[in-house]
């Protein structure tokens, strides 16, 4: 098996057995990435220099008998994790020169385990969009199709993995924006609970709504990856104080027994017929493996959408404001006086769907509409997680789709800011409550991959990984590759 | 259209954003699509429901009132726009 197609597991244990350096790994790697990055877009920035410097350490390190848990092992970090000395964009032009004078929590954390970067990935914009069309840096092309989108706003992070470009990608997702990407490339998924992972120094968009996690090929290297990223960090004021269980040594565990829900309104008229077969099917394969479904209601689920377009755009309102041409960021030229600065700044900064969700965000909170639309929308919340909560008395994951169709084409949904919204309509209920959920390969339709969409209680990643590596056991979707990326 | 153009135009000014004319056109518009989708809001029964504070309901963490960070300024101000003698330069404010 060549170096690229291997999984961040596999590659682990050939640097354990002396079988390739991480050096070796890094330049194949990066070799690839100058080949066929220019069909993807998949990078904002390509740190060849740094990531070979950190594999000689790896490497070093490893002939010492020292390093950690991912040792010599390469990963792309999404572009709106704050790195050092290194551009980080958010895909806006805003951020377009913009230097981190510090390490986001996770980006110090997988430095720290030995992990080598090989570049910051393209995103949409301030990590708002599910296509990646709204990047500053232009579209991210899916591997599968490259007329099709990647999905957002990690798109540059599922390409990457889906590409072979590296086994891991960091990721961020809001209100789907891990596990839709992951779903339309073929990847594995995974949005941690809520403050399960820090974080600090990752751009913020909706405070009450973001959360770090991954995109892999398999749940085990998702298990390596979240064992490292996961943790309490006193620098993130949200961040949850609670032990990180060994999510790579509950992986074996069978799913026998395992309670599964599934959500009548998941399977609803708005899902594709194809897609819905593809994960009725992986439902039957676990199922065959032991585990039980029971139907579950999610009374309130269908308000999910609206809520999070008035919770999330109020949150990035507010966060955004600190873009103020002033302290860092871009500046617009000549400005007449103060206000025409700030003004001119943030108009010329911010693209078209940052300034919509600003001004969304304004309205919602606008003396008059705050009751109507804010406090109406975090009433509707609690009762959407209090909806999670009554089901997960009964079941031990829900399982569905991760999104309503296969990969769409760039451009197709581009001019109606609500069809794409939509494309959330399965992820964002998991946002809303604060609960940990997975996108796991499970089929394709016209060659297109689909994900299947498994959510657990707080702090049940554990349950999720185990799952789907168990489901990665009897299935080889995963393992498949876009045909151009061999 | 459930705003209208002077509408936008606060809520513009309210965010700080300069817009051209073509986008307060297209924004008139889309936001107005927006609005009138997450209007649906007010279908939802939510009589006696306490607006959610934190999604995993704990209470926020408290920490010391101790200085933790150090002085770096200059390494801060290499970000910014425009900069002198440790100052951030904005355009006049005072006559």
């Known amino acids: 098996m060549e170096l690229h197609a291997k999984t961040l597991a596999e590659l682990a244990a050939g640097l354990e057995g002396s079988d390739f350096t991480s050096l070796e790994v890094t330049r194949a790697l ?9 069909k993807l877009n998949a990078f904002v920035t390509v740190t060849a220099d740094e990531a070979l410097a950190a594999a000689a350490r790896a490497d070093q390190a490893r002939a010492e008998g020292s390093g950690g848990a991912l040792n010599g092992l390469p990963i792309i970090h999404k572009d709106i994790f704050c790195t050092r000395g290194v551009k980080t964009t958010c ?18 954390k997988l430095q720290n385990a030995g992990a080598v970067v090989l570049g910051k990935s393209n995103m949409d914009e301030f990590a708002m969009g599910s296509s990646n069309e709204t990047s500053y840096f232009g579209p991210v092309h899916n591997p599968w199709d490259l007329d099709c989108s990647p999905g957002g706003s990690s798109g540059g992070s599922s390409a990457s993995v889906a590409a072979r470009f590296a086994p891991a990608a960091t990721a961020t997702d809001t ?14 998924g995974l949005k941690p609970t809520y403050g399960r992972v820090s974080r600090y120094g990752m751009i913020a968009f909706a405070s009450s709504l973001d959360q770090a996690g991954v995109i892999t090929r ?3 290297d998702a298990a390596m990856m979240l064992g490292v990223m996961a943790g309490f960090d006193p620098r993130d004021s949200t961040s949850i104080d609670t032990p990180v269980p060994d999510y790579v040594a509950g992986l074996g565990e069978s799913v026998k027994g395992l309670r599964i829900g599934i959500v009548r309104q998941h399977f609803d008229e708005g899902l594709d017929p194809d897609c819905a077969a593809r994960v009725k099917d992986s439902i039957a394969v676990l199922e065959s493996m032991g585990a039980t479904t029971v139907e579950v209601d999610l009374p309130n689920i269908d308000m999910s959408v609206p809520t999070y377009y008035v919770v999330a755009p109020a949150e990035c309102s507010s966060n955004l404001s600190r873009f103020d041409g002033v302290r860092f960021g871009y500046r617009a ?8 600065l700030y003004c001119r700044s943030r108009g010329e900064g911010f693209g078209d769907e940052v300034k919509r969700r600003i001004m969304t965000g304004t309205y919602v909170l606008s003396a008059g509409y705050y009751d109507a639309y804010y406090l109406k929308a975090q009433q509707v919340r609690q009762l959407i997680a209090d909806d999670f909560k009554k089901a997960f008395a009964d079941v031990d994951v829900i399982a569905g789709p991760t999104t309503p169709t296969p990969a769409f084409k760039l451009g197709d949904k581009v001019d109606d800011p609500i069809t794409m919204y939509l494309n959330d309509i399965y992820t964002i209920g998991a946002n809303l409550a604060g609960l940990p ?46 045909g151009d990326f061999k | 259209m459930s705003l209208d153009k002077d509408q936008v135009q606060h809520i513009a000014m309210l965010a700080r954003l300069k817009l051209t004319d073509a986008e307060y056109a297209e924004s008139v518009e889309k936001l107005s699509k927006i609005v009138d989708f997450v209007a649906q809001l007010s279908e939802a029964d939510t009589e006696g429901v306490v607006p959610m504070a934190h999604p995993l309901d704990t209470a926020q963490r408290l920490r010391p009132d101790a200085v933790t960070e150090t002085n770096e300024r ?22």
């Open chain 1, 30 to 38: 990066l070799d690839r990435i100058a080949a066929h990055n220019e």
């Open chain 1, 91 to 108: 895909g806006s032009k805003m951020l377009e020169n913009f230097i981190s004078p510090y390490d986001a929590t996770v980006v110090e």
């Open chain 1, 175 to 188: 209100g789907g924006s891990i596990r839709q990407p992951a779903a339309l490339t073929g990847t594995v």
């Open chain 1, 218 to 220: 398999s749940a085990e």
């Open chain 1, 333 to 340: 030229k000549n400005a007449e006086d103060l206000l025409d």
């Open chain 1, 437 to 482: 959920a997975i996108s796991v390969p499970c089929g394709f339709v016209n060659d297109l991959p689909v994900g299947l969409h498994l959510v657990g209680p707080h702090f049940a990643e554990q349950t999720l990984l185990r799952t789907a590596h168990q489901y990665q056991q009897q299935t080889d979707f995963h393992r498949a590759c876009p």
């Open chain 2, 74 to 95: 200059d390494r801060y101000q290499q970000n910014a726009p425009a900069v002198a003698d440790g100052l951030y330069l904005v355009p006049k404010v005072i006559e």
